[in-house]
């Protein structure tokens, strides 16, 4: 009798045990360990006794075997949360509920009372229920029969069973395992993205690097102002900037869409046609001289101050820098390009700008209007009517705080660092041509 045989003849008597009981069993002695090395703990340390221990170190990178096991553990369980998600059958079965548990009187919407709300519940499984709280019921508006609408019931059924599918799959790329994405993270989230989206069918594989970039740099550029180098999770589930990304799952949409969509192919190619043209010596990087001819109007001085506090090779600017400095002007009025354009004005790092620093950065802005041949304007009315915008807290200092709080900080800066900018705030109730103030600049 060989081995096998043997083996067979002894297992034939004993009761064989289910998937489920032996995972049960597992956790039951995995509890257990958690128990004793807790009180092997209190041994080791009286204090444990009264303050738990709430601090662990995160697993350091000489230690493969921990870091495989915790990342092992965090992908079981994304899918095992993965698994409890509601699919489409489930939210069919849930609607077909729904239309047949209504109540009268008819007043031409669909609604359900309490009673049947629990009705509906019980006939659900086990992973619907957290839909069916008490607490969720009375956050539904009701009638003064105290009952709620069906259709603004479901919707947000849906879309808490959106919300969750989306924070699982961008967990998973989570490689810290510790709640954000880091720059690689992302960029593998989007690249992996791309082919999903039917507005993305047309990209090229070439500038499919370039498009991942620009697409990365706005994620980052709001939702990490203080460049720490990660995203938190939460922060991407909550920002209208993850909600803008998913319209690329659309399968038609208006060209006027897609040029307001940062994330559209129009767009991604729009600014990087724009890089590609400003690098006149197409070394692939820019220089002040090329940058400034971003726009006609960009002092020299605020264009040097660019380049010293923002990430340069050798005094060159590169692409993602650019998209950075993009995002910075075309969205003046969030607080993440005011942020931007604060450390160019912040010259002395103190936290607040008072006239000295106002007097340097529009004493440029006059230059180049003179160099228009628009005279007349004086730095004491500009500083002013500057004052006077921002509202400041200090007699003669404007904070960060000031600009955002004042509601015009867009306008303040523009005056600053574009001359094009400020001359059109000028002479806004002048009623001058549009096509006539864009020629006066073409040349610049």
């Known amino acids: 009798m060989n081995w096998v045989e043997c083996l067979r003849k002894f297992l034939e008597n004993k009761p064989r045990k289910t998937a489920l009981e032996n995972d049960r069993e597992a956790d039951i002695a995995f509890l257990k360990l958690l128990e004793e090395e807790k009180e092997l703990e209190k041994q080791r340390n009286e204090s444990y ?15 493969p075997i921990y870091l495989k096991l915790r990342q092992e553990a965090r992908t079981r369980f994304l899918h095992n949360k993965s698994a409890e998600i509601l699919d489409k059958e489930d939210l069919e079965k849930l609607w077909y509920l729904l239309k047949n548990n209504t109540s009268f009187p008819d007043d031409g919407s669909e609604r359900m009372n309490y009673d049947q709300f629990c009705q509906v519940a019980n006939k659900l499984h086990p992973k619907y229920r957290q839909f069916f709280q008490p607490s969720v019921f009375l956050k539904c508006d009701r009638d003064e029969y105290g009952r709620i609408e069906i259709v603004p019931f479901f919707h947000y059924i849906v879309r808490k069973v959106n919300l969750h599918q989306t924070r699982i799959q961008i967990s998973l790329y989570d490689s810290a395992g510790y709640g954000y994405l880091k720059e690689k993270d992302l960029e593998n989230f989007i690249y992996e993205l791309i082919p999903s989206f039917p507005q993305l069918s047309q990209l090229q594989e070439n500038f499919c690097p370039f498009y991942v970039i620009s697409a990365v740099r706005k994620f980052f550029f709001f939702l990490d102002p203080k460049r720490t180098g990660k995203i938190w999770i939460k922060d991407m589930l909550t920002s209208p900037i993850l909600a803008e990304l998913y319209e690329l799952r659309q399968d038609t949409w208006a060209q006027e869409e897609a040029n307001q969509n940062w994330f559209s192919i129009a767009s991604s190619l729009r600014v990087y046609d724009h890089y590609l043209k400003l690098d006149l010596d197409r070394n692939g990087m820019l220089r002040k001289q090329e940058l400034s001819k971003y726009s006609g ?51 002395y790092k103190r936290g607040a700008i008072d006239t000295f620093i106002i007097n340097m950065f529009f004493r440029s802005v006059i230059q180049k ?61 002048s009623g001058i041509d549009p096509d006539e103030m864009e020629e006066l600049w073409e040349d610049s």
């Open 297 to 347: 109007g960009l002092t020299a001085i605020f264009v040097d101050r660019l380049f010293e506090e923002y990430q340069t090779f050798e005094g060159e600017m590169d692409y993602k820098t650019f998209l950075d400095f993009v995002l910075a002007m075309e969205n003046k009025k969030s607080v993440q390009s005011i942020q931007y354009f604060w450390r160019i004005f912040d010259v």
């Open 369 to 429: 209007l003179e160099s228009k041949d628009k005279m007349g304007f004086k730095v004491d009315d500009i500083k002013d009517e500057i004052w006077d915008m921002a509202k400041p807290k200090l007699p003669y200092a404007i904070t960060l705080e000031d600009l955002i709080s004042c509601g015009q900080g867009d306008t303040i800066m523009s005056m600053l660092i574009d001359a094009k900018a400020f001359y059109e705030y000028d002479q806004r109730e």
């Open 49 to 63: 006794k009264k303050i738990p221990r709430f601090y662990f170190k995160k697993p350091q990178i000489e230690n």
